[in-house]
């Protein structure tokens, strides 16, 4: 029996950096596969690296040391508009004095395509994104959900091998945000073509990739999937900056395989994960998710005592702020159903967590 072997990447980043200046680096010996056909999200704080790594795929930006390959092929040198990459910015970046069709056949054009040809291109990529009907009128006539689908369309007209989307929603209200996230996740599904998206917004990240590279100061942290990403995250960073994340200063007290006993500092004795290996007596950080502490019946395993501050709604759940001896207070994510309305300031309240759930990590 023959082994799986994997798809070859469609693009490879080969130890890419990137120096503005000569000195500081933004991007930091960059080793990424991007495969066919997937949804990749480029996910981090400001100034992590993200839309460097993006602008040097797109040819906007060159690398300073490394190389990067589209299907084997050696881009550093090539110009943007020979790579067959489509491209969609924050702010659209539509030409104000063309119409809706003149925009997506101007691509058409630079490439030299008959006349013959353009026009029923124009016409596929509006009905892909629904706007066929808008094809006389002026980005200034179309509100910006309109205008981002235009730019969308534009990006696709001339059937590029990957698409690339500079925080494309960014400048959305928050309904209309959600909406196009779920219309640019089931259009990347009906057309197969890859996205690779960037975003600071780690829940746009999570809806709709099928793979997330977590940046940050210029490095990966982790690349893998959504859910993998959210249940395992390899460090401290991506604990924190992906979902909502208690963190707890602590001591690891033993060490047995891949768990450990963990003293968190003037708080109880909690088992976890030991993502990183770290012996007895080392510094560490204890890192739970809200949703992941619930209220105990009882005392048992991995159970402990927190004292009530206050409660938040949410208005789909409520959260519980709780304190742990004189730590920062943290978060319980308890269902509206719950009884969290009994909790009164001060009130001790029992809780528990899977040691699964429980992650140490370096401080």
């Given at each position: 029996m023959s082994a799986v072997t994997s798809p070859e990447p469609l693009v490879r980043f080969q130890g890419v950096q990137k120096s503005y200046d000569g000195s500081h680096l933004v991007v930091r010996d960059l080793n990424l596969d991007i495969y066919p056909g997937e949804f990749l999200s480029l996910l981090g704080p400001s100034g992590s690296g993200k839309t460097t790594c993006l602008m040097m795929l797109a040819g906007f930006e060159s690398p300073?040391?490394?190389?990067?390959?589209?299907?084997?092929?050696?881009?550093?040198?090539?110009?943007?508009?020979?790579?067959?990459?489509?491209?969609?910015?924050?702010?659209?970046?539509?030409?104000?004095?063309?119409?809706?069709?003149?925009?997506?056949?101007?691509?058409?054009?630079?490439?030299?395509?008959?006349?013959?040809?353009?026009?029923?291109?124009?016409?596929?990529?509006?009905?892909?994104?629904?706007?066929?009907?808008?094809?006389?009128?002026?980005?200034?006539?179309?509100?910006?959900?309109?205008?981002?689908?235009?730019?969308?369309?534009?990006?696709?007209?001339?059937?590029?091998?990957?698409?690339?989307?500079?925080?494309?929603?960014?400048?959305?209200?928050?309904?209309?945000?959600?909406?196009?996230?779920?219309?640019?996740?089931?259009?990347?599904?009906?057309?197969?073509?890859?996205?690779?998206?960037?975003?600071?917004?780690?829940?746009?990240?999570?809806?709709?990739?099928?793979?997330?590279?977590?940046?940050?100061?210029?490095?990966?942290?982790?690349?893998?999937?959504?859910d993998t990403l959210y249940e395992s995250p390899n460090n401290r960073f991506v604990a924190g900056f992906v979902g909502d994340s208690n963190q707890f200063p602590g001591t690891v007290r033993a060490r047995d395989g891949d768990w450990c006993d963990v003293e968190i500092t003037g708080g109880p004795q909690l088992r976890g994960l030991n993502v990183q290996g770290l012996d007895a007596g080392s510094a560490c950080v204890i890192a739970m998710r809200p949703e992941r502490i619930q209220p105990a019946a009882a005392d048992g395993p991995n159970s402990f005592h927190a004292s009530a501050v206050d409660e938040v709604y949410f208005g789909d759940h409520v959260r519980l702020r709780c304190r742990l001896g004189d730590s920062d207070t943290f978060f319980v994510k308890m269902p509206l159903a719950a009884d969290a309305g009994m909790h009164t300031q001060g009130a001790r309240i029992p809780l528990r967590i899977d040691p699964e759930h429980v992650r140490v990590f370096l401080p």
């Open positions: 300073t040391q490394g190389d990067i390959l589209l299907e084997g092929r050696r881009l550093n040198d090539v110009p943007p508009h020979h790579r067959n990459l489509g491209m969609v910015f924050q702010n659209y970046a539509l030409f104000p004095h063309m119409t809706v069709e003149r925009n997506l056949e101007y691509p058409l054009k630079v490439r030299k395509m008959p006349a013959s040809q353009r026009a029923q291109r124009v016409h596929d990529a509006l009905s892909m994104v629904q706007m066929q009907d808008f094809a006389k009128r002026y980005p200034a006539q179309l509100s910006g959900g309109q205008q981002q689908r235009i730019a969308l369309a534009r990006a696709l007209v001339f059937e590029p091998k990957i698409v690339l989307m500079d925080e494309p929603l960014g400048a959305l209200d928050k309904q209309l945000r959600e909406h196009m996230q779920l219309e640019l996740k089931a259009l990347h599904r009906k057309l197969g073509i890859t996205f690779v998206y960037v975003t600071h917004d780690q829940s746009e990240a999570l809806t709709m990739s099928n793979r997330i590279a977590v940046f940050n100061q210029g490095i990966i942290q982790q690349v893998c999937s959504a």
